[in-house]
């Protein structure tokens, strides 16, 4: 008789027992079935995929679409389904999946075709159909670096052999669907069948994959007319192809070659002319219009601050006087911030901000008067005040920078013709290769745990405990009113990933396996070993990324 061991399954909220060397996928069919299926399970804090087999006592809890984790792996399967498709249909062509647009779905183009026709995607997606309905099996094989890379040099892969190539290990992993090879950086449902749920749409070039939402599984969403954001992310697409730093591999080989500073001049360069040219923007419209306030929004980590202050630079050489206002001065006392479902602070809902008294300071202003405002401090949760009183003359400018800045109810008694609206996000333009972008919640996370731990003492745990939170709030406070700006921006630097490395990688290390956080940071810390890092020796005092690590010549 085989060997049992005890598990605790944290679904049941009980022990079982089961032999040794039994699959998670056997376990999940003794738990009585959900509304979904069980995509992946966190064993000992650590995703793992459903053909993974328990030798050990642990404890295990699976996760469905409706989790971050599971929808990270329904989205990365359904990824590999659409690879095989298009490889199906257009063997002799590339596939390449561009980046997020609206909630759930992503922009993909096929190299060689200029425009997918509504007839291209009917058949892409009754290929996809096929394929979950054929349930092929997905196997993930270890295997010798140089044996992965022959696969790849076989399929055309040079995205992936050019990362393989700048992060040599002896051993590496690859993925197979029936007769296509493919890489995701993450676990993966075990066959086609999982992913029931998906559409294709022609847009633009391309095409776009739609997907569930974690919040919302049931049904696929196609609210991705997002013409602003989409423009911000084929402007950077464009351009860090021209530059020759599309893809991580390709960043990782200049940096190799000692171009690392010239990387980082040609990325500062990019956003002093972005700023310069919204400034001109927002001048003309104080001309013509009588624009008196600029407010930009953004989510966590997006570089909102140190975008104001760039901005408000920009906007005194054209003769106007910048006064700044940031959102997060107006919190609320810290006992006052209402709470979300889980009973935890909420402060990207609007009610976190004392709105009362900064629209009482807004009127006060505009009427010309001088006020003293408020200033939070994040580790005890009080305000204090500014020793320098604020005060608007003929040539001011107010810029207001923070979450809620498109909210209509923040600044209700300001007319909109007085009124510049800016969104600003991390929106990441360098992919892992063709198939594998990087998520820009990724990039944000990374930028908050270097920050939170430096300016507002929280260690990797208690960041990573409320980046959930953060993200439920940015999903219903701040990405409603995104396409309200009148400009976006992309404060994303194609080399920043690179610098954060070092800073990032010692926090992460210092999560333990006891914590539910710990998946996510060895997840992180998986993500950051395909970059080679850079010393940030070389990155000027004004960079957005100084607000992070530290060294900027701004005040915040």
């Known amino acids: 008789m085989a060997d049992t061991i005890k598990i605790v399954c944290d679904n049941l909220g009980e022990e079982l027992e089961v032999a040794s060397g039994t699959s998670l996928a056997e376990v999940a069919r003794r738990i009585e079935p959900g509304p979904r299926p069980f995509l992946a399970a966190e064993v000992n804090n650590r995703i793992k995929e459903l053909n993974y087999k328990i030798y050990t006592p642990v404890t295990v809890r699976f996760v469905d679409v409706t989790s971050f984790a599971g929808i990270r792996v329904y989205q990365r399967t359904a990824w590999f389904i659409l690879q095989k498709a298009v490889h199906d249909l257009y063997p002799s062509q590339t596939l390449h999946i561009r980046h997020s647009l609206g909630r759930s779905g992503f922009y993909c183009e096929i190299e060689g075709i200029d425009e997918f026709t509504a007839g291209e995607a009917a058949n892409l997606r009754r290929r996809m159909h096929e394929i979950v309905a054929a349930d092929y099996p997905i196997h993930r094989t270890r295997a010798l670096t140089s044996e992965v890379r022959a696969r790849y040099a076989a399929s055309g892969y040079t995205d992936k052999i050019a990362l393989l190539d700048t992060r040599p290990r002896l051993y590496s992993e690859y993925y197979t669907l029936d007769d296509v090879t493919g890489y995701f950086y993450g676990a993966l449902a075990p066959s086609t069948g999982y992913i029931t749920l998906f559409g294709i749409e022609p847009y633009y070039n ?75 923007t927002i001048y003309e419209a104080n001309l013509t219009r009588g624009t008196r306030m600029v407010l930009i929004s953004g989510p966590s980590s997006s570089g909102k601050t140190t975008s104001a202050k760039r901005l408000g630079i920009q906007l005194g050489v054209l003769g106007l006087k910048p006064v700044m206002i940031s959102l997060d001065d107006y919190f609320v006392e810290r006992e006052k911030t209402p709470r979300d479902e889980n009973g935890e602070y909420d402060y990207e809902a609007l009610e976190a901000i004392d709105l009362e008294l900064f629209n009482d300071h807004l009127r006060r202003l505009m009427a010309g008067e001088s006020i003293d405002i408020p200033r939070y401090d994040f580790v005890t949760g009080r305000r204090t005040q500014h020793n320098a009183p604020l005060t608007l003359d003929e040539r001011s400018i107010l810029i207001i920078e923070g979450i809620h800045g498109l909210n209509p109810r923040l600044t209700p008694s300001i007319p909109d013709e007085q009124k510049f609206r800016i969104y600003i996000s991390c929106f990441t333009s360098v992919a892992m290769d063709n198939l594998s972008r990087i998520a820009t919640t990724d990039n944000r996370l990374l930028r908050r745990l270097v920050r939170d731990s430096r300016q507002r003492g929280a260690d990797a745990p208690a960041t990573l405990a409320r980046w959930a939170s953060v993200r439920r709030g940015e999903e219903k406070h701040i990405f409603p009113y995104q396409e309200n700006a009148d400009v976006m921006l992309n404060s994303s630097l194609f080399y920043e990933i690179s610098v954060l490395r070092p800073y990032a990688e010692k926090m992460l290390r210092e999560v333990p396996d006891t914590l539910p956080e710990y998946d996510e940071a060895r997840r992180m810390l998986k993500f950051l070993d395909n970059f080679i890092p850079i010393p940030p020796d070389e990155i000027p005092p004004t960079s957005i990324l100084r607000e992070f690590i530290g060294g900027s010549s701004f005040k915040y």
């Open 206 to 280: 391309g095409f776009y994959l739609a997907l569930p939402l974690r919040t919302a599984p049931d049904r696929i969403h196609t609210d991705f007319y997002q013409e602003k954001m989409f423009g911000i992310f084929r402007e950077y697409q464009s351009w860090v192809g021209i530059m020759g730093v599309p893809t991580v591999g390709d960043v990782n080989s200049k940096v190799l070659a000692g171009d690392a500073g010239g990387m980082i001049k040609l990325a500062e360069a990019f956003h002093e002319r972005k700023f310069a040219w919204v400034a001109d």
